[in-house]
């Protein structure tokens, strides 16, 4: 049995890694990491999980980490990179945060705002997309968990780039998130009467901090600089998170590709041609569902991507990445089907 600490456990992201933990066959929550919370028993903070044996929500300073084998980082960004400096370094680390997700410091900079506190740990993490990083995320003692915008739209269109069967100066990726996905926290515009019944974009014109990950990753595959176009949209939902993506290329051969690129993925499911995903469809479990539909428009494409945003988005990759780093049965923990209806 392994050891699990889990910081930030009175967010969403903790409550799922919870959720998802209970029915591993070997790991056991030892330590849960709140701020304002601790203190508080679990089945206060989240009545979902009266049932389990939990322990209660402590400060991250009384938490004896020799004790602990993997910890998962559930905090917000630039909170974990300071927590994660002061962790005993050679502790197994799966990082939930944007903290360690650029390679670049200037990068991180440029879409954060702030220099990096842990540039050391910065250097040593393992981007955390599993299907792509696989091999590294094994031997890693520090996996950083990608966006969940950032999983969803890499998804769709990381193995068409890196096949060059698209237009890489023509992406158009146009995204609906649900709320959850922006955490627990109270802010006005997550009010029901402010969020219900209406949708917007947010963070028009291209200022979307994920676009750092699409940036990094999107060039690196394709050995040039790509630049998306990339409107994220919140919806009134709970979980969720579409990516509809308007490439140049043709339908037939892009199915081909996600076919052949996913052939062997547990999680990834590719639709069969002219087939959309629906987010009602992946709810609740770590599934991702990519639909490839021809448009009216001779050699353009619609590729849809579907996850939920707080398991494969998050914390179901960040159990998946830590299995790999346990040399456990990748998909053990994260086999159950989506809740429907
Ligand atoms: N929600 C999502 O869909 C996704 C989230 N992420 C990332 O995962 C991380 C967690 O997100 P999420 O669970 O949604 O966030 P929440 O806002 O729901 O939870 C944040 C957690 O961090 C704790 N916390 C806040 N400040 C501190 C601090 N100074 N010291 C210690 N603990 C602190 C909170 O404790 P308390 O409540 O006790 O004050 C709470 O447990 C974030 O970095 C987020 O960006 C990544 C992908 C998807
Ligand atoms: C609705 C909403 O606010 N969604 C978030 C998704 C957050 C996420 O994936 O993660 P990180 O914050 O860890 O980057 C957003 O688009 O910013």
Redesign the pocket.
């Known amino acids: 049995m392994y050891n699990i600490a889990i ?10 890694l919870i959720r998802l933990i209970s029915g591993h066959s070997s790991m056991k929550i030892r330590a849960l ?6 203190g508080q028993s679990m089945a206060e ?1 989240f009545p979902h999980l009266r049932h389990l044996d939990l322990p209660a ?1 402590v ?2 300073e009384d938490i004896d980490f020799s004790q602990i084998d993997l910890c998962f ?5 630039k ?2 990179q300071e ?1 994660i400096a002061k962790l005993p370094a050679d502790l197994k680390i799966v990082d ?4 360690f997700r650029l390679r670049d410091p200037e990068a991180y900079k440029k879409w954060y705002g702030n220099d990096h506190a842990a540039l050391d740990q910065q250097g040593e993490a393992v981007y955390g997309l599993t299907e792509f990083y696989r091999e590294e995320i094994k031997n890693a003692r520090l996996v950083a ?4 915008n950032a999983a969803t739209g890499q998804f769709a269109l990381r193995p068409l780039i890196a096949a060059g069967l698209i237009d890489l100066d023509e992406i158009i990726m146009d995204l609906k ?1 649900a709320v ?6 109270l802010k006005e515009n997550l009010l029901h009467a402010e969020l219900s019944e209406g949708y917007h974009a947010y963070a028009i014109g291209g200022t979307h901090r994920h676009l750092g990950e699409f940036d990094q990753e999107f060039s690196a595959v394709a050995g040039r600089p790509v630049k998306v176009q990339f409107t994220p949209h919140l919806v009134p939902a709970n979980r969720g998170i579409l990516a509809t993506c308007y490439v140049k290329g043709d339908a037939q051969e892009i199915q081909a590709e996600l076919e052949k690129t996913y052939a062997d993925e547990p999680f990834i499911e590719v639709l069969p041609l002219g087939e959309a995903p629906s987010t009602r469809h992946i709810r609740g479990s770590n599934f991702c569902h990519i639909g490839v539909v021809q448009d009216r428009i001779a050699g353009r494409a619609i590729v849809v991507a579907a996850l939920d ?2 398991t494969k ?2 914390s179901g990759q960040a159990l998946q990445n830590a299995n790999l780093m346990l040399n456990i049965a990748e998909t053990e923990g994260l086999m159950m089907a989506p809740l429907f209806p």
């Open positions: 910081l930030g456990a009175s967010g969403y992201t903790g409550a799922e990491g709140g701020n304002s919370k601790a903070v929500l400060t991250i980082c559930a905090l917000p960004h909170t974990s927590v939930l945060s944007a903290d968990g990608t966006g969940c998130c959850s996905g922006a955490g627990r926290s945003n707080l988005g998050s």
